[in-house]
């Protein structure tokens, strides 16, 4: 009797140590950058408290043929927004015009937009509950 116990209490264990700790992939392709020249910073953002400020992720890759690529990998299940900008001129920031105003090209998920202000949180965020594939395009 003591050995089937033991054999139950730990496949629950096991099984309830793989659930909690499932985790996914998020593909984001991205289009619309005018030039190959510069980097796409990219951040993944799970609550709109760090959105636009201090993602849970961060990612810096390079634009080839107008295009780029980013993965992110063992992402929880949960409510999650994107945001990137195209850094053209390759100055590790991005420039602004009058009141914030991004010059260079930027692309949210679910392609949020900001209306007197930033984009928000709430109209970026979308939910991971399996591995998905997004497309931005850049603005």
Known sequence: MSKIVITLTLFLGATYMAIAQETYKI??????????????????????????????????????????????EGVKPGEYAISSFHDEN?????????FGIPKEPVGLSKDAKGFMGP???????????????????MY
């Open 27 to 72: 593909t984001v392709e991205f289009s619309g950058m005018k030039t190959d020249k510069g980097n796409l910073y990219v951040g993944l953002y799970d609550n709109a408290a760090s959105f636009l400020k201090n993602g849970i992720q961060n990612k810096l890759v390079s634009v080839k043929g107008k295009k780029a690529k980013v993965v992110f």
């Open 90 to 98: 390759d100055n590790k920031k991005m420039d602004t015009r009058i």
């Open 119 to 137: 984009p928000k949180y709430k109209d970026a965020k979308f939910i991971v509950d399996k591995d998905i594939t997004l497309k931005i395009n």
